[in-house]
């Protein structure tokens, strides 16, 4: 079975710009998560979507948006590019039993922005 | 404002050897707790897990100490192997919200041969 895929792997991009990076999840998970490493840090989290609605949101700037489709893949973008966005962006997937249930994430490879 | 603190960057073991790595968290708002591995140039992956009703649990050559009191987890690898050799992230759930992960900034473990 596939696991998490993300699109594209590496993306190189200047200040200003706008970029959507790419997430399908495994089948049949419906909850999509959208996570930030900064080179040195832990993830961070952005965004969860679940059923294409948004469930959470941690303290990112409104340049940050994403959304689910139908098919439960997810779309990142990120407006106005600024350097301190550069970073890994990871993508997790999980099944959830009940919305009270702590499923495990699994996570994608991750989609490596640079921002010049 | 780090939630979930990992204060060693980095630890190195023989193999055969215990690896201890540790982890300490403020917001006392969080219940459950994971350990996750992470290898270049792959996402991170699920190690093992601990609720907050419990002070240990134990998969195999992991285990993960829970000391509510202390605010304090660990993560123990008994025996290593080179192959455990990765970035460790400890990351927190807090109550009422069961997907948000709250990082640390890792440890990268090295088991020497």
């Known amino acids: 079975d596939a696991g998490v895929t993300q699109s594209p792997t590496h993306l190189i991009k200047t200040r200003g710009q706008q970029v959507t990076l790419r997430c399908s999840p495994i089948?049949?998970?419906?909850?999509v998560s959208w996570y930030q490493q900064v080179l040195g840090q832990g993830p961070q989290f952005i965004f969860q979507?679940?059923?294409?609605?948004?469930?959470g949101r941690g303290n990112f700037p409104d340049r940050f948006s994403a959304r689910q489709f139908p098919n439960y893949s997810s779309e990142l973008n990120v407006n106005a590019l600024l350097l301190g966005d550069s970073a890994l962006y990871l993508c997790?997937?999980?099944?959830?039993?009940?919305?009270?249930?702590?499923?495990?994430?699994?996570f994608g490879p991750g989609t490596r922005l640079t921002v010049l | 404002d780090q939630q979930v603190k990992q204060n060693s960057p980095s630890l190195s073991v023989q193999e055969g050897r215990i690896s201890i790595l540790n982890c300490d968290y403020t917001?006392?708002?969080?219940?459950?707790f994971l350990w996750y591995k992470k290898y270049p140039a792959e996402g991170p992956t699920f190690l093992i897990s601990?609720?907050?009703?419990?002070d240990k649990n134990e998969d195999g050559r992991f285990t993960v100490f829970l000391n509510k009191s202390a605010k304090h987890l660990s993560l123990h690898i008994v025996p290593s192997q080179p192959g455990d050799s990765a970035v460790y992230f400890c990351?927190?759930?807090?109550?009422?919200?069961?997907?948000?992960?709250?990082f640390g900034k890792g440890t990268l473990l090295t088991v020497n041969p």
């Open positions: 997790a997937s999980r099944s959830l039993k009940g919305l009270s249930s702590y499923n495990e994430q699994f």
């Open positions: 089948s049949g998970h419906k909850s």
């Open positions: 979507y679940y059923e294409k609605e948004e469930r």
């Open positions: 917001n006392s708002m969080f219940d459950y």
């Open positions: 601990i609720s907050s009703i419990k």
């Open positions: 990351a927190a759930i807090e109550g009422g919200s069961n997907y948000k992960l709250t």
